[in-house]
């Protein structure tokens, strides 16, 4: 697949902006001429000149770095990018121009970097999401990739648009494939032909790696030859994907429960109490979840050994199941020191909570710039981005904020119209006095 071109047209200053000089907005316009009429040498003179003349118009920046990129001249435009990064962080255009930039020179690495940092900002930018997910599959982080694709399509406003055709063909291609793989290894584990139902499912993963069903295959039959270790770790693959599923819960806590991981046979059994209506199975978890909970309680040690295992976890880059842990150490010990990190680790792994908390600071920026519409807009997207009590409670404080302001600026409004009609009223009322 094609990346899609997601370079911004020209950045235009805020006409609005009382504090944009006269001077400034002639040379901007100006510029703007040139650069539209594809005189990028001419434009690009002109937006040096404003950067120098009035450093703070971060616009000039972006626009000045454009233009020598047309001109190939990379170097300095990727200085320029830069340079308008450090001035303003909230804005979009250096970070995609820069992943374009980098996607161009196949340095995947960086490319990757600056559209997370886009991302984060403008989180729905379906060309942006696109381009991520194509960066994360040529690295060979195909999870990433399939889950950014997947996030695209259940949030696409238009689901007519060849974009989205393209990467719903490609996403449905693998997914057919793979369920095709999968059930030819649940028809093998029918037949007892174990070996060749995990050469399916492997095959499977390759092709589409975020089937949580395949995952869960794998370990039944790791469970079933009381391979314990083999069972727990894909059937924690499983759950990385759909938390919430009642019996892949009590799975792990069972597997946990042979291989006398404590506090995780705890969690897991808490967990499918949780979301478990009634039966048998819920008795016999209270029961074992009790019983685990005093023994964890009465030595403290499996604590430490649990948290230590969770940063040989961070150590090996493998943070999904770092998370797992510290959500588990948070539910058992409600300590603040765990829960910390498990939002350190979400804000610096996880893309999405790390756009939601991005989204959040670049609302409270947008407050101290008194753009309150858009405050409330981007407070809305975050509370969208991660449904948890921290962002929520964040979005409904900036919005909060935004909408007073909103209402006061309203409210000036009406009363500068009605004393504005009231001085009408009045200088209509002396003309009449004067022809009399």
């Not at 303003?88 to 960086?110: A, C, H, R, T």
């Not at 379906?126 to 991520?132: A, D, M, R, S, W």
């Not at 209270?286 to 909970?293: C, E, H, N, T, V």
């Not at 023994?295 to 961070?314: D, G, L, P, R």
Request: net charge neutral; glycine share 2%; with cysteine.
């Amino acid at each position: 697949m094609e990346e899609q071109d997601t370079k911004n047209e020209i950045v235009l200053l805020e006409e609005q902006l009382p504090d944009t000089n006269d001077e400034c907005k002639a040379l901007f316009q100006n510029a703007v001429t040139f650069y539209e009429k594809k005189d990028f040498q001419q434009a690009s003179a002109i937006f040096k000149d404003i950067t120098e003349k009035f450093p703070e118009k971060v616009e000039a920046y972006i626009n000045y770095a454009d233009c020598q990129f047309e001109l190939s001249n990379s170097e300095e435009a990727v200085k320029y990018w830069n340079l308008a990064k450090e001035k303003n962080s909230f804005l979009m255009n250096p970070y995609v121009n820069l992943g374009n930039y980098y996607l161009s020179q196949d340095d995947l690495g960086k490319a990757k970097e600056e559209f997370e940092a886009a991302f984060c900002l403008d989180p729905y930018n379906e060309n942006l999401i696109v381009n991520l997910g194509i960066t994360n599959e040529r690295i060979g982080n195909r999870k990433m990739a399939f889950m950014l694709y997947e996030f695209f399509m259940n949030n696409s406003f238009n689901v007519s648009s060849s974009l989205y055709r393209n990467i719903h063909k490609k996403v449905s291609m693998h997914k057919l494939n793979a369920i095709s793989h999968m059930k030819l290894g649940v028809f093998f584990e029918t037949k007892h032909f174990y070996r060749k139902a995990l050469q399916s499912f492997y095959e499977s993963l390759r092709v589409f790696p975020n089937f949580s069903k395949t995952y869960t295959n794998i370990g039944n039959i790791f469970f079933k030859f009381e391979k314990y270790d083999y069972a727990f770790l894909y059937w924690l693959e499983a759950y990385k994907i759909e938390k919430k599923k009642p019996k892949l819960c009590l799975n792990l806590a069972l597997c946990a429960e042979k291989l006398d991981k404590k506090i995780d046979a705890y969690c897991f059994f808490s967990y499918f109490i949780q979301i478990t209506a009634g039966g048998k199975e819920i008795l016999t978890a209270r029961k074992k979840a009790q019983q685990l909970k005093s023994e964890i309680s009465q030595n403290y040690e499996f604590v430490k050994e649990y948290k230590a295992k969770a940063e040989e976890y961070i150590n090996k880059k493998e943070f999904d199941t770092a998370i797992i842990m510290y959500e588990n150490l948070y539910f058992l010990t409600k300590n603040n020191e765990f829960y910390k990190k498990l939002n350190e680790l979400l804000s610096t792994t996880n893309i999405i909570n790390k756009a939601a908390k991005r989204t959040i600071e670049y609302a409270n920026y947008c407050n101290k710039q008194k753009d309150y519409d858009k405050a409330v807009e981007k407070a809305k997207i975050a509370r969208k981005l991660w449904d948890n009590t921290e962002i929520e409670m964040a979005a409904s404080d900036i919005m909060s904020y935004a909408q007073n302001q909103l209402n006061m600026n309203l409210d000036n409004l009406v009363k500068q119209r009605m004393l504005e009609e009231e001085q009408r009223l009045r200088e209509e009322q002396e003309k009449k006095k004067h022809k009399r």
